[in-house]
């Protein structure tokens, strides 16, 4: 009877021990910090990087735990920052310089001026750039008159740089001369497979410390139709009137045989993407989420190609101090960055 009582107890005491472990892991789960973070469609190369970000800090030993969500784009990301006071405290969003400097600035898309946001860490480069199948066109000026497909202007990266080098870089005769049509990125890349347009944006993403470069969706589909292509040179002259009349794009020469076809180097107006947060996002989430970024730069690459094209330094690369949030700041310092 003793030996029987001696064995329920024991059961009982372990019974109670896994339960105390059980309630103590979940009262850890419980304790870990949700942060919203806001991404751009889905396939687009924020959305990739996002979710790989998501995946990185949830297995990781972080005390927040990061919840990804699909939006329709940046400014979108930028608008609900500024527009919800709750929000700033607890989300971060996908954004670029570009779509940041067009905010203040109350630029289409935005209605007004807004507060741009404060940089956590960079994804990549961004690159964009004009392709024609027609070989009488060499060059931009070649453009004279014809017809163009681009992103549409709320897609700052592939509407309204492009647009803003072809009106700032050139003749006001010039641009004026133009047919633009602002479709999307991949209804661009599909309208000049087709026929429907003379040129068209393509482009993809780079990083800006080794300059390796990964084409985008709408890339691939158009070399992909096994048109002989031309890639059109912005030329550094342009890139540098537009950064100083309009968005401060930056010049970059995209090398030849990045992308199949492209037999020369390119001048572009590069744009720099990736994770942001409001000035209000409290500085202790913006310093895990960086610490989280560059003590885990490698394992970007194990979940896209894209992730192959961060770097440590390329994470703040082009950016002052001003415009990192503080508490990433620290977290650069910190890694000896800064």
């Known amino acids: 009877l003793q030996e ?32 919203n ?4 469609p889905f396939g687009t190369g924020s959305y990739v990087l996002g979710t790989a970000l998501e995946n990185i800090v949830n297995k ?5 735990l990061i919840s990804h969500a699909e939006t329709p784009g940046q400014a979108f990301n930028v608008n609900k920052l500024n527009a919800d006071a709750a ?22 898309p935005f209605p007004a001026k807004r507060t741009p946001l404060l940089l956590i860490g960079s994804y990549t ?13 060499k060059s931009i000026s070649d453009l004279r008159g014809k017809r163009i497909a681009m992103g549409r202007i709320p897609q700052a990266i592939w509407g309204y740089e492009p647009d803003a080098l072809l009106r700032c870089g050139y003749s006001d005769d010039f641009y004026k001369s133009l047919s633009i049509q ?6 661009a890349a599909t309208a000049l497979v087709n026929g429907q347009v003379d040129a068209a944006t393509i482009g993809g993403y780079m990083d800006p410390v080794s300059g390796k470069f990964s084409p985008a969706p709408q890339t691939v589909e158009v070399i992909a139709s096994g048109r002989d292509l031309h890639h059109l040179d912005w030329t550094e002259d342009a890139v540098k009137k537009t950064a100083a009349r309009d968005i401060p794009l930056i010049p970059f020469s995209v090398p030849a045989h ?24 409290p500085e202790e989430y913006a310093y895990i989420l960086a610490k989280a970024m560059i003590e885990n730069i490698d394992a970007f690459a194990q979940y896209h190609a894209l992730g192959a094209l961060m ?5 703040i690369k082009g950016w002052s101090p001003e415009q990192i949030h503080p508490g990433a700041l620290r977290a650069y310092k910190e890694a000896g960055l800064l």
């Open 311 to 315: 770097s440590r330094e390329g994470l």
């Open 125 to 137: 480069y961004t690159a964009t750039w004009l392709v024609t199948a027609d070989d009488a066109i």
């Open 37 to 40: 973070l806001l991404s751009t």
């Open 182 to 187: 602002y479709v999307g990125t991949g209804e």
């Open 87 to 108: 929000a700033r405290k607890n989300t971060v969003g996908t954004a670029s310089k570009g779509i940041n400097w067009l905010a203040a600035q109350g630029k289409k």
């Open 60 to 64: 990781g030993d972080y005390p927040i």
């Open 258 to 281: 990045s992308v199949e076809g492209q037999t020369a180097p390119i001048f572009i107006g590069a744009d720099t993407h990736g994770l942001f947060a409001h000035p209000d996002f």
């Open 4 to 35: 029987a009582i001696m064995k329920r107890f024991l059961t009982c005491l372990c019974l109670v021990v896994m339960s105390l472990a059980l309630c103590s892991g979940l009262a850890g789960a419980a304790e870990k910090v949700r942060i």
